[in-house]
């Protein structure tokens, strides 16, 4: 039980195009998200914090018109990096958690923008 | 910052021998967590340690919390080749368990 995935696993976009990240709940529902960004030989930073229903908590540093998160549904969450630039590239990864119990983790998307 | 560090940033070592890391944080706490990361891959949770608590063992792994020093550690007794990976420690936040706070990683390489 508690599995998290993401789709896509990788993906390799042009300067300036859009990237749609999914992450599903596959077996509970999520009452809140996270998403992460990981660069290389680093550690996870939180980017926002997203609740079933309602807006996106961002962190302090990441552009809400920049990286958008939709939770529409309570095993759905996606993250879009609009007109994505090379300093985005990073592997992106999601959690979700059902009320206030542990956070399960998806395996990734690894992004590389040319 | 509010990330944790964590030492050292990198351990080799034989299989059959013990991995030590350790991870410092700076808040106070509820729990405390360690997660496994294997390269490009996602995070798997291995253990979970509560502020009341101060030794915890799951299987090969054996963590310690010191709240007083705001530290903890893990131990892998008698590594394995597959246990090569990343290791993090993870806390939440005494008035906003919302939030995972990461540690910089140990990377682990054990060698056959």
């Known amino acids: 039980g508690a599995v998290v995935s993401q789709h896509p696993s990788w993906v390799i976009c042009k300067s300036g195009t859009s990237v749609k990240i999914e992450c599903r709940s596959l077996?509970?529902?999520?009452?809140?998200m996270f998403w992460y960004r990981q660069f290389p030989k680093q550690s996870l930073m939180l980017m926002a914090t997203s609740n079933e229903g309602s807006k996106a908590t961002y962190e302090q540093g990441v552009e809400k018109d920049k990286f958008l998160i939709n939770h529409a549904s309570l095993t759905l969450s996606t993250l879009t990096v609009t007109s994505a630039h090379p300093e985005d590239s990073s592997f992106y990864i999601c959690s979700a958690r059902q009320a206030y119990n542990e956070q399960f983790f998806g395996p990734g998307t690894r992004l590389t923008v040319l | 910052s509010q990330q944790g560090e964590e030492d050292p940033q990198a351990l080799s070592i034989q299989e059959g021998e013990n991995a030590t890391m350790n991870c410092s944080y700076k808040?106070?706490?509820?729990?405390l967590q360690w997660y496994r990361q294997n390269s490009g891959r996602g995070l798997v949770h291995l253990i979970l340690i509560r502020s009341n608590e101060r030794e915890k063992h799951s299987g090969r792994l054996r963590v310690t919390l010191d709240t007083s020093k705001k530290s903890s550690s893990l131990l892998i007794t008698a590594s394995r080749a597959a246990d090569t990976a990343s290791y993090f420690c993870?806390?939440?936040?005494?008035?906003?368990?919302?939030?995972?706070?990461f540690g910089t990683g140990t990377r682990l390489q054990v060698f056959p």
């Open positions: 993870a806390t939440d936040a005494w008035k906003n368990t919302d939030k995972l706070i």
């Open positions: 077996d509970f529902q999520a009452t809140t």
């Open positions: 808040t106070s706490i509820n729990n």
